[in-house]
């Protein structure tokens, strides 16, 4: 029984992963949504089968959160250009990822984004992407930050036994991934994708 524990604690991860990441799609593309659910729980699964340690469990969150949220909104920017959102025609769209520091910062973000406005990004194959931001004049500044973590991080504390000054470390080691798999690996404008510090998120708010 002892042996199936982790295999249980691997799923069990893979699939509360899974559904978070779906739920970047539009409830419209339901069919899609559910076979997207399906794969990135079996690719999850397998990789967390086939490592050691958690650090590199969570290094594969980031990399799916790049591949998966900030990638393709990025996409979706210029197909939204010169549209209508809340009664407003949008010149510019940014992108915001506020990038924690511990545990705390990573459930308080979470929670601020949430009183943000919400909004529905289309890109060149009609599909729908949710987004929280604020319109400033014609610009619209769309912010989000690596909840999908959070499952990662609480596993981490509660049956690994982690020290918050650890947490600290690995949440810093994934910023610095984030940023340089999205400097690597997606070719955009600087202005369009930043990341910041909640101090900086919070100035919004202002």
Known sequence: MNSLFPVIKDFVISAIIALLTANLFSLSNLVYQIIISILILLLIFFILRGLDKMAKR???????????????????????????????????????????????????????????????????????????????????????????????????????????????????????GIKLYAKKNMVYENRKLNFIEISEFETYFD
Request: charged share 25%; hydrophobic share 40%.
């Open 58 to 176: 969570m290094e594969i969150l980031s990399i799916l959160y790049c591949e998966v949220f900030i990638k393709r909104v990025l996409e979706s920017f210029d197909a939204n250009i010169g549209t209508e959102l809340n009664h407003t025609i949008v010149n510019k769209i940014k992108l915001f990822i506020i990038l924690p520091k511990n545990k705390d910062e990573l459930h308080s973000i979470g929670e601020r984004i949430k009183q943000l406005d919400r909004f529905t990004l289309k890109n060149t194959n009609t599909r729908s992407w949710f987004v929280n931001g604020k319109l400033l004049c014609d610009n619209l500044i769309v912010f989000d930050t690596p909840s999908s973590w959070i499952a990662g991080i609480n596993t981490l504390i509660e049956s690994e036994k982690i020290k918050p000054k650890n947490v600290a470390r690995l949440l810093n080691k994934m910023n610095e």
